[in-house]
């Protein structure tokens, strides 16, 4: 069976201001096939449009059952589902663990049902990673990408992951550049 590889980013410009604007970014690929979706909001957070980023790009799978690898530079995404927070939350009636309400509760509710519809498993990545500078220390960077997502992965996997990440960021970007 092919793996449907969905890398995703989200950004925000004013991030911590009462005004800002937002923009989320993913790429589908599957096989030699690849998708490119993108949008925003106005009033939102980074966080958000990462999330959003991903709860897009599965609603853009229409068939159920899929191998999906995620590649994301977003911990707090990445960190939730890989170390089962989202588990913990619901348990304790969408409170984290300071007892506080569980932020963007509203998009958790909407990817957690994800999770039961296909084999899903995330991969963090070091996020605006320019592979082609002078100054980035690639063997660094692999090494940190394959001590997060485990060692099978090879050079070429994590330059082209890198990639598509950034991909995912410009159209992140380029929605927010249009809608200012």
Not at 1 to 13: R, V
Not at 32 to 42: F, L, N, P, S, T
Not at 51 to 59: D, H, N, P, Q, Y
Not at 91 to 110: C, F, L, P, T, Y
Request: a neutral charge.
């Amino acid at each position: 069976m092919k793996i449907l590889k969905l890398y995703t980013d989200g950004a925000c410009s004013g991030n911590q201001n009462k005004e800002n604007i937002g923009g989320w970014g993913a790429v589908l690929e599957y096989g030699v096939h690849q998708k490119q979706i993108y949008g925003g909001e106005v009033n939102t957070t980074n966080n958000r449009m990462e999330m959003t980023a991903l709860l897009r790009a599965l609603e853009a799978v229409k068939t159920d059952g899929q191998v999906i690898w995620v590649f994301s530079d977003s911990s707090y995404l990445m960190n939730c589902f890989r170390e089962g927070w989202y588990k913990k939350w619901m348990k304790n009636g969408w409170k984290n663990s300071a007892k506080k309400d569980v932020e963007n509760r509203d998009i958790w509710e909407q990817l957690i049902p994800y999770l039961d519809r296909h084999n899903i498993s995330f991969f963090r990545v070091k996020g605006h990673v320019n592979l082609k500078s002078k100054n980035v220390k690639k063997d660094e960077l692999l090494a940190a990408f394959r001590e997060w997502n485990g060692g099978s992965f090879t050079e070429e996997d994590f330059i082209h992951v890198t990639e598509m990440n950034n991909l995912a960021d410009e159209l992140a970007n380029k929605w927010m550049n249009e809608n200012r």
